[in-house]
């Protein structure tokens, strides 16, 4: 079956956007990976050869795919390169300012009927999409950490956004092996609205001294059955990523207590104790094992 769209752009070569690029060249779709920071893009391409040499020694994908996956993914050295895209991905910093000007930057550059499609978490599809020339050809396409193994991805469309672009972003998701949702362009979306309460609730019991944040995620992994416990998924996802969101959703609910961010993560954001990326985040990560700092 040929691929919704031959050529995917994905600006941002962190751990979101990698993951995508990994699904959608995986699907048969050539990928053009672009980053501010052309060492994330390198860094991006030898994980991702090195993630489908174990998919291969595991017998989960044959050595022809691994090939083809392999020559599909692409570095682009500038916007320009993203030129010839039929879909642009963007997964970049989790800031309003930087993804309107990223996307403004876009549209001159791609041809009339390119889908543009953001992976923000918390932030307005439709707030994105304003002073864009071309909000029809925009929407929202959020995926999960880690993308090869989160299967669900929402598809947002923004007020302007015309419904062929979700029909087409829907359609590629089922290509690329995922579960696509249509979800309202709210605060949150569907699972961050419903999710954000495992997060700052758990802070919450920490900050009145109810239980340590490691007896918390070890009752709700262990006992209740999460995968995670919160403190596990915030050092995965990264405090720069999620605080933000905890703040922009708050902000966007008119300051909801319930949503209220903690001044836990405040302060660590603030000394860039971040999780994973930073090797201590909540836990310490040495050889890729959670430690509790002593
Ligand atoms: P990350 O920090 O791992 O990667 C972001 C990358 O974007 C960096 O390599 C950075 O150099 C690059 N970048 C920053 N500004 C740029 C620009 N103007 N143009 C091109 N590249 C730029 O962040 P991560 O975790 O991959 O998140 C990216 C986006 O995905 C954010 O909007 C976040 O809210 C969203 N997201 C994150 C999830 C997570 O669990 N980490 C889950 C779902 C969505």
């Known amino acids: 079956m040929e691929t919704r769209y031959k050529t995917t752009g994905v600006a941002g070569a962190g751990a979101m956007g990698r993951g995508i690029a990994q699904i959608a060249a995986q699907a048969g779709s050539t990928v053009r990976l672009y980053d501010t920071q052309p060492e994330a893009v390198q860094r991006a391409i030898q994980e991702l050869g090195a993630q489908w040499d174990r998919l291969r ?3 989960r994908m044959d050595e022809a795919a691994v090939a083809a996956a392999k020559e599909r993914l692409r570095p682009a050295t500038s916007l320009q390169d993203l030129a010839d895209c039929d879909l642009v991905v963007e997964a970049i910093v989790e800031r309003l300012d930087v993804k309107r000007s ?43 950490n880690p993308v090869p193994l989160m299967k669900v991805v929402e598809v947002i469309a923004g007020l302007k956004t015309d419904p062929s672009v979700c029909e087409g972003l829907t359609a590629f998701a089922k290509q690329m092996g995922h579960t696509p949702v249509q979800a309202q362009d709210t605060p949150g ?6 999710g954000r309460g495992y997060n700052t609730e758990a802070l919450r019991i920490v900050s009145e001294g109810v239980a340590d944040f490691a007896t918390i995620d070890r009752i709700l992994r262990d006992q209740v059955g999460f995968r995670l416990g919160p403190f596990e998924l915030m050092d995965l996802t990264g405090l720069d990523v ?45 050889d890729g094992k959670a430690q509790v700092a002593p």
């Not at 009927?113 to 925009?138: C, E, H, M, W, Y």
């Not at 979306?189 to 419903?194: D, S, T």
């Not at 605080?243 to 000394?271: K, N």
């Open 189 to 194: 979306f569907i699972v961050n609205h419903a």
């Open 242 to 286: 999620s605080h933000p969101v905890m703040e922009s959703i708050y902000q966007q609910y008119y300051d909801e207590p319930r949503y209220r961010p903690s001044v836990i993560t405040a302060q660590r954001l603030a000394g860039n104790v971040l999780g994973r990326k930073t090797g201590e985040g909540f836990y310490r990560y040495a």
């Open 102 to 144: 990223l996307f403004s930057q876009l549209e001159d550059i791609v041809g009339p009927d390119t889908v543009l499609a953001t992976n923000t978490s918390s932030l307005s599809v439709t707030a994105i999409a304003a002073g864009l020339k071309r909000p029809q050809r925009f929407a929202g396409y959020h995926f999960f």
């Open 57 to 59: 020694e595991k017998g």
